[in-house]
T-cell receptor, first 114, second 113 residues
Framework: QQQVKQSPQSLIVQKGGISIINCAYE??????FPWYQQFPGKGPALLIA?????SEKKEGRFTISFNKSAKQFSLHIMDSQPGDSATYFC?????????????FGQGTTLQVKP | DTGVSQNPRHKITKRGQNVTFRCDPI?????LYWYRQTLGQGPEFLTY????????KSRLLSDRFSAERPKGSFSTLEIQRTEQGDSAMYLC???????????FGNGTRLTVT
């Protein structure tokens, strides 16, 4: 119930291509879905987040698509750049009495080839 | 906004020793979280503070682990009698309200030899 499942585990994309990472959750009480980017030796940094009252949110080259009925959400990185090479984590939180703790997916390592 | 600060950045200790990590959250943030991250995995929740009150602890937080947040400002995480399985990155994060952006520090990497 508390798991967030992320795929793929790794992804290689050519510069300029679209990177797509998917996540699925079980707990229907989740009401906040962020994506984080992490570089080696650094903490995760928030990229973009969505709430279940909208189906899509776009910020620059990053878009979250959210499918409430399927309990799935995805991150799309348009015009992928070598500087986007990092590990990406989806996460979720929510529910009555919830402290706001984030449950993270297992991560996707993205490599963007020049 | 100087970000979440964690010290030390790296800690190498021998099995059986005690270690303590410190986290200084962003100044106006009253909510503070500790996570643990092992290689190739996502961060796992350890514990949560709202001001000085510790409101939630994960089952991952064995009795060898203790966390404090005196006066609702900085927080410390202590591990007693360290084991090799404790080797991980320990991350601290803070936010100012429920489901506002959660800001992470750069972590303390613990290696237990």
């Amino acid at each position: 119930q508390q798991q967030v499942k992320q795929s793929p585990q790794s992804l290689i994309v050519q510069k300029g291509g679209i990177s797509i990472i998917n996540c699925a959750y079980e707990n229907t009480a989740f009401d906040y879905f962020p994506w984080y980017q992490q570089f080696p030796g650094k903490g995760p940094a928030l990229l973009i987040a969505i709430r279940p009252d909208v189906s899509e949110k776009k910020e620059g080259r990053f878009t979250i698509s959210f499918n409430k009925s399927a309990k799935q959400f995805s991150l799309h990185i348009m015009d992928s750049q070598p500087g986007d090479s990092a590990t990406y984590f989806c996460a979720a939180s929510g529910g009555s009495g919830n402290t706001g703790k984030l449950i993270f997916g297992q991560g996707t390592t993205l490599q963007v080839k020049p | 906004d100087t970000g979440v600060s964690q010290n030390p950045r790296h800690k190498i200790t021998k099995r059986g020793q005690n270690v303590t990590f410190r986290c200084d959250p962003i100044s106006e943030h009253n909510r503070l979280y500790w996570y643990r991250q092992t290689l190739g995995q996502g961060p796992e929740f350890l514990t949560y503070f709202q001001n000085e009150a510790q409101l939630e602890k994960s089952r991952l937080l064995s009795d060898r682990f203790s966390a404090e947040r005196p006066k609702g400002s900085f927080s410390t995480l202590e591990i007693q009698r360290t084991e090799q399985g404790d080797s991980a990155m320990y991350l601290c994060a803070s936010r100012d309200s429920y489901n506002s952006p959660l800001h992470f520090g750069n972590g303390t990497r613990l290696t237990v030899t």
